[in-house]
């Protein structure tokens, strides 16, 4: 696995965008980047995965740099809901079962104020 | 669909005793995976399954014990519960692969006093 440094807490008012920083600088070229959020006391949810593209879906935004060794996930109009703790993931490449070993680190606690 | 069911949603153990956290999915899955969440901390990996018949350890398998019988469902078994296993449990499924998140469920919350 890919170490992940994320900043411990950040906050975001209400209807802005949110911009959560990942610095993963020892990935490998086939390491595929995970990013998932756990609301308090909820199972994690699974928002977006990217590998070297910019990728876009219903939830988020993820911006990889073009070395791969940061990327940012972004919540374009933050909404209270939103507050939950934001992981990064790096798994590593395993072959046929990568993406079967996640490791969660402490992640981001994001706090969308009114 | 009900996604992933976990059972139950809380339990209190003697210490010694021996139970088992049931875990089901119906989204035909190949991935399973079993975490530990302690207060404060983020999840870690006790075991994990590819497929049925496949399991393996993850980095906090001891006191702990899997099996894969059939694709939807993948139970843990506390051996002999103690006080250091307190914890919320998740079981998470997916397809497979590099190319999928995972679902989780709900958690278990066990207490062992």
């Known amino acids: 696995d890919a170490k992940t440094t994320q900043p411990t807490s950040m906050d975001c008012a209400e209807g802005r965008a949110a911009n959560l920083p990942c610095n993963h600088s020892?990935?490998?070229?086939?390491?595929?980047v995970y990013w998932y959020r756990q609301i308090h006391s909820q199972g994690p949810q699974y928002i977006i995965h990217g590998l070297k593209n910019n990728e876009t879906n219903e939830m988020a935004s993820l911006i990889i740099t073009e070395d791969r060794k940061s990327s940012t996930l972004i919540l374009p109009h933050a909404t209270l809901r939103d507050t939950a703790v934001y992981y990064c993931?790096?798994?590593?490449?395993?072959?046929?079962?990568?993406?079967?070993?996640?490791?969660f680190g402490e992640g981001t606690q994001l706090t969308v104020n009114p | 669909n009900a996604g992933v069911t976990q059972t139950p949603k809380f339990q209190v153990l003697k210490t010694g005793q021996s139970m088992t956290l049931q875990c089901a999915q119906d989204?035909?899955?190949?991935?399973m995976s079993w975490y530990r969440q302690d207060p404060g901390m983020g999840l870690r990996l006790i075991h994990y399954s590819v497929g049925a018949g496949i399991t393996d350890q993850g980095e906090v398998p001891n006191g702990y014990n899997v099996s894969r019988s059939t694709t939807e469902d993948f139970p843990l078994r506390l051996l002999s519960a103690a006080p250091s296993q307190t914890s919320v449990y998740f079981c998470?499924?997916?397809?497979?692969?590099?190319?999928?998140?995972?679902?989780f469920g709900s958690g278990t919350r066990l207490t062992v006093v």
């Open positions: 993931i790096a798994p590593g490449y395993l072959g046929e079962t990568s993406g079967s070993r996640l490791t």
């Open positions: 989204m035909n899955h190949e991935y």
């Open positions: 020892t990935i490998s070229g086939n390491e595929y």
């Open positions: 998470a499924s997916s397809y497979g692969g590099r190319y999928y998140g995972y679902t």
